[in-house]
């Protein structure tokens, strides 16, 4: 199996894997005051270090949520539950993931005011295009690090530094799902009041994430219980995740660099093979994460060759997983040529894959070029 679909999802490392069975067997409520309770307890206190270092912030700012989703629509809702009687304009771009776009679109429903930025003619979001929609009334700025369908990296350490020197009261905050444990940041280098992060895109199982809120930035929570999580989020803690989330972070962390340089050398890698092929395109420029690659087959539809390449045992993405196969608008916004809308794959790599299964990749994309009906 050649698998290349590592924005969607990771395969679970034996570190985490390791660490979730240890959480499994510690098997007491963290909430509990007896021995078995506090040995849970130490266990998530020992893990929320590791995220909070590698984050670079404090612990106590760090809280454990079930994904990234719940980790953003946390800060957008909660955001609007603390402020919005007095502040109404939320800026985010066209460009976001469902998890931040779909909360958006329902507070503008609630009636407050939403200023969608999109890319330039290039592709590209300008610092100045977001910061001059700032104003005394704005509420909270949710610009994304890296975009999961082509990889392009948002210039949000420019973009948050503006929008505080314009109002330092706005909430910045910061998807860093495609970028933590891949691009070598800590939170001040992007100046975001809140970040979220997801466990099963580095390697962790699916089901945890976590939220980092700077002190002082007061969102409201969006669940409420028991009043754990210091009482910003309740519901009884999942030690085996919590533990395995934070051995991937501990495995990865020391080698971000070295892994970087070796995502960036197979998207180079591909993209020259491609470049050779007639009737092939890639999406995503030289600026991008190298981890995710947007390519395209003229006049082969994207689920048609997805398909193909499945039967080859080689697993890639039409798109973003969440959209489950639908157009994406996405690619549209980012200035996609139209011939290519039908026809794009997401290439997503680990420093784990190898030239060899670029190889055979590409080997199955000419076969698929040359022998597959054509979109007409």
Do not use: W
Not at 31 to 47: C, D, P, Q, T, W
Not at 201 to 227: F, Q, T
Not at 336 to 365: F, G, H, Q
């Amino acid at each position: 199996m050649i698998y290349l679909d590592n924005a969607a999802t990771t395969a679970v490392c034996a570190a985490a894997k390791s660490a979730a069975a240890e959480g499994f067997e510690c098997f007491g409520n963290p909430s509990s005051l007896h021995g078995v309770g506090l040995e849970a307890e130490k266990i998530m206190r020992r893990s929320r270090e590791t995220i909070a270092a590698a984050l670079g912030v404090k612990d106590k700012e760090v809280y454990f949520t079930s994904c990234a989703t719940e980790s953003s629509n946390t800060v957008i809702f909660g955001a609007a539950a603390a402020h919005g009687k007095r502040r109404k304009r939320i800026i985010t771009t066209t460009i976001e993931h469902p998890s931040v776009a779909r909360p958006v679109d329902e507070l503008e429903k609630q009636g407050f005011e939403v200023v969608r930025i999109s890319p330039g003619e290039n592709g590209i979001i300008t610092p100045e295009s977001v910061i001059s929609q700032v104003d005394e009334n704005t509420l909270l700025v949710s610009i994304m690090h890296v975009n999961n369908e082509t990889g392009y990296i948002l210039p949000v350490g420019e973009i948050f530094k503006g929008v505080k020197h314009k109002n330092k009261e706005t909430i910045c905050h910061c998807d860093c799902v495609q970028s933590f444990m891949k691009l070598p940041f800590k939170a001040k280098d992007i100046g975001a009041d809140c970040i979220s992060v997801s466990g099963h895109k580095l390697h962790a199982p699916k089901g945890i994430g976590a939220l980092y809120v700077k002190s002082g930035v007061r969102i409201l929570p969006l669940m409420y219980g028991g009043g754990q999580e210091s009482g910003f989020r309740s519901g009884t803690e999942n030690i085996p995740y919590i533990n395995a989330f934070a051995a991937a972070v501990g495995e990865l962390e020391p080698t971000i660099i070295e892994r970087y340089e070796t995502a960036l050398s197979l998207k180079k890698y591909l993209c020259d093979k491609l470049s050779a092929l007639d009737g092939t395109a890639v999406n995503s420029h030289e600026g991008c994460s190298p981890y995710v690659v947007s390519i395209a087959v003229e006049r082969i539809k994207s689920e048609t060759m997805l398909h193909f390449l499945e039967s080859r045992e080689i697993y890639v993405s039409s798109g973003s997983a969440c959209s489950k196969g639908k157009k994406s608008s996405v690619l549209q916004e980012l200035r996609i040529p139209a011939k290519y809308l039908d026809s794009t794959l997401r290439i997503s790599m680990t420093s784990d894959n190898t030239r060899e299964e670029i190889d055979a990749l590409v080997s199955a994309l000419v076969d698929g070029r040359d022998s597959l009906a054509k979109i007409r």
